[in-house]
Structure formats: structure tokens, C-alpha cells
Nanobody, 129 residues
């Protein structure tokens, strides 16, 4: 069992930055693939970024095209925390952001919501123009 708690959301102006955190407890954090998804009102939950565990201390980061070059995912295993640094924010980035944990690492699986076993409660990000 893994528990996930997101934090760091808020209201920011166009072009601003935020850093989201996903704190995990439960099974060894370093062996999990952790992903970020977001859901805007009236839309389906969509993939944002993932930090895939590939064994040992090797991780791979993947990003959705819509945020590539603006968002950076990182992990601190000593704090059992995953981060999403979001720069150059746009109004279309407004959504509830969720982190999720998975024991899977295949790149095509962990970009879908079905690839995850555990979810946090979400944190709201609002970008004003």
C-alpha cells in the first residue's frame, strides 16, 4: 500500500512558476514509477509527466508534448518525495494535478491512468491571464 499527498498548487499569473510535491509513504519509494496527471473541468484526466524506475538507481523521465521544455520532474528518495517544477505557466495548464504510483515501468503503460495503482487527492493549479 502506498499513500500519496500532493502539495504546492495555487494561483499564479501567466508566465509564472510553481513546484508541486508528491510525498509518499508505504513501500520503498525508490522502486516505484511515479507519474503526474492533470484534469481540467469537463475534461478527462491526462498524462503530464512520469519518473520511471528502471532498476537500481536508474530512472527515466517522460513528458507530454504540451508541457515539454516547461516542466521538469525530479525525485528525492531520501525524502520519499517527487517534484514537478512548472515554468512558463499558461492558462491552459489550469487543472487539478494528481500524482500516482505504479509498480510498472513500461513507457507506453505509465502514460495512461490505467497503469497506476495508487493516487493522491490532487492539488489545484490555476493560471490567470
Amino acid at each position: 500500500q502506498v499513500q500519496l499527498v500532493e502539495s504546492g498548487g495555487g494561483l499564479v499569473q501567466l508566465g509564472g512558476s510553481l513546484r508541486l510535491s508528491c510525498a509518499a509513504s508505504g513501500r520503498p519509494f525508490q522502486t516505484y514509477t511515479i507519474g503526474w496527471f492533470r484534469q481540467a473541468p469537463g475534461k478527462e484526466r491526462e498524462f503530464v509527466s512520469v519518473h520511471r524506475w528502471n532498476g537500481g538507481s536508474v530512472y527515466y523521465a517522460d513528458y507530454a508534448d504540451s508541457i515539454k521544455g516547461r516542466f521538469t520532474i525530479s525525485r528525492d528518495n531520501t525524502k520519499n518525495t517527487l517534484y514537478l517544477r512548472m515554468n512558463s505557466l499558461k492558462p491552459e495548464d489550469t487543472a487539478v494535478y494528481y500524482c500516482a504510483a505504479s509498480s510498472r515501468a513500461h513507457s507506453t503503460v505509465v502514460i495512461t491512468t490505467a497503469g497506476y495503482d495508487y493516487w493522491g487527492q490532487g492539488t489545484q493549479v490555476t493560471v490567470s491571464s
